[in-house]
């Protein structure tokens, strides 16, 4: 917040643990400085979806879709260019009598398809047909807390960073690869839980990022510096004007005395056939 620019956060599986409700936390997220978080859609992003109650018709708190939009002054201006979607992965449940980690629910993931299929195929502005992005429907990346199940097949491919510990995910396979898979414009998403965790794998196509332990509060491991994945999507450059995403890349930042620059690498290409420098 001292650097006075948007932030958007998700909850974990411990943040109740105090005197707050998930709710109470996300309706406080969401009025603090600079915060963009929001407690959970607008009663207009649930209408199609759900019936009664819009607004408690939806599982979790901090479910919501940030919409990046594109450079100032260029045709893509008043459109989302990116879209970041933010879904609460709860806590802990009971299930036939067996605590587990919590899941992605389908309230949520109807929602997200929604919201998905309205980006679908926007329509190019018929004034710059010359300059018009070849990916109409803007790139989209998720952010939750608990690991889906399927990140645990990664422990045998290639992947870039350390798999240093187990992947503490729910025991219900909810079905959230296969709806990202379906939704067609995930291209990423990032998930946090296993703080000695900071790799990047790809399932199906899309990539799926641990963060790695960031704040000093929770648990770490010694001799490996605490450390912050940076995500970074970049616009096209076209003859008149910007134009839509054109990259999207990561790596992370260690604590450490150099604040070393570690494992760079593209997720996602628009023209994959380009090769970038």
Same mark, same amino acid.
């Given at each position: 917040?001292?650097?006075?620019?948007?932030?958007?956060?998700?909850?974990? @599986? !411990?943040?109740?643990?105090?005197?707050?409700?998930?709710?109470?936390?996300?309706?406080?997220?969401?009025?603090?400085?600079?915060?963009?978080?929001?407690?959970?859609?607008? +009663?207009?992003?649930?209408?199609?979806?759900?019936?009664?109650?819009?607004?408690?018709?939806?599982?979790?708190?901090?479910?919501?879709? =940030?919409?990046?939009?594109?450079?100032?002054?260029?045709?893509?201006?008043?459109?989302?260019?990116? @879209?970041?979607?933010?879904?609460?992965?709860?806590?802990?449940?009971?299930?036939?009598? #067996?605590?587990?980690?919590?899941?992605?629910?389908?309230?949520? =993931?109807?929602?997200?398809?929604?919201?998905?299929?309205?980006?679908?195929?926007?329509?190019?502005?018929?004034? &710059?047909?010359?300059?018009?992005?070849?990916?109409?429907?803007?790139?989209?990346?998720?952010?939750?807390?608990?690991? #889906?199940?399927?990140?645990?097949?990664?422990?045998?491919?290639?992947?870039?960073?350390?798999?240093?510990?187990?992947?503490?995910?729910?025991? +219900?396979?909810?079905?959230?690869?296969?709806?990202?898979?379906?939704?067609?414009? +995930?291209?990423?998403?990032?998930?946090? !839980?296993? &703080?000695?965790?900071?790799?990047?794998?790809? =399932?199906?196509?899309?990539?799926?990022?641990?963060?790695?332990?960031?704040?000093? &509060?929770?648990?770490?491991?010694?001799?490996?510096?605490?450390?912050?994945?940076?995500?970074?999507?970049?616009?096209?450059?076209?003859?008149?004007?910007?134009?839509?995403?054109?990259?999207?890349?990561?790596?992370?930042?260690?604590?450490?005395?150099? =604040?070393?620059?570690?494992?760079?690498? +593209?997720?996602?290409?628009?023209?994959?056939?380009?090769?970038?420098?």
């Amino acid at each position: 917040m001292d650097s006075e620019l948007p932030w958007a956060a998700v909850l974990g @599986n !411990h943040d109740q643990e105090s005197t707050m409700t998930r709710e109470e936390l996300m309706s406080f997220i969401s009025l603090m400085d600079y915060s963009v978080s929001q407690t959970n859609p607008p +009663v207009d992003d649930l209408s199609s979806v759900t019936e009664g109650d819009m607004t408690k018709n939806i599982d979790g708190f901090g479910n919501y879709n =940030l919409r990046v939009y594109g450079a100032p002054g260029s045709h893509l201006a008043n459109r989302s260019v990116l @879209n970041l979607f933010f879904l609460d992965s709860g806590d802990k449940e009971v299930v036939q009598g #067996i605590r587990t980690y919590g899941w992605i629910k389908e309230s949520q =993931l109807r929602w997200l398809h929604s919201v998905s299929k309205g980006y679908q195929g926007q329509k190019q502005d018929n004034n &710059h047909l010359e300059e018009a992005s070849v990916c109409a429907t803007p790139p989209a990346m998720v952010f939750f807390h608990i690991p #889906i199940p399927e990140i645990q097949q990664l422990y045998n491919q290639q992947i870039v960073g350390q798999f240093q510990q187990r992947v503490s995910c729910s025991s +219900v396979n909810s079905g959230v690869l296969q709806n990202f898979i379906s939704m067609g414009d +995930v291209k990423a998403a990032f998930v946090g !839980h296993d &703080h000695t965790n900071d790799f990047c794998g790809n =399932l199906e196509g899309i990539w799926f990022c641990h963060g790695g332990g960031f704040g000093y &509060h929770g648990y770490g491991k010694a001799g490996w510096p605490r450390r912050a994945r940076i995500i970074s999507a970049e616009l096209e450059k076209g003859e008149k004007s910007w134009m839509g995403v054109e990259r999207i890349s990561t790596w992370k930042r260690l604590d450490d005395e150099k =604040l070393s620059k570690l494992d760079e690498q +593209v997720l996602w290409l628009q023209n994959p056939s380009f090769k970038m420098t």
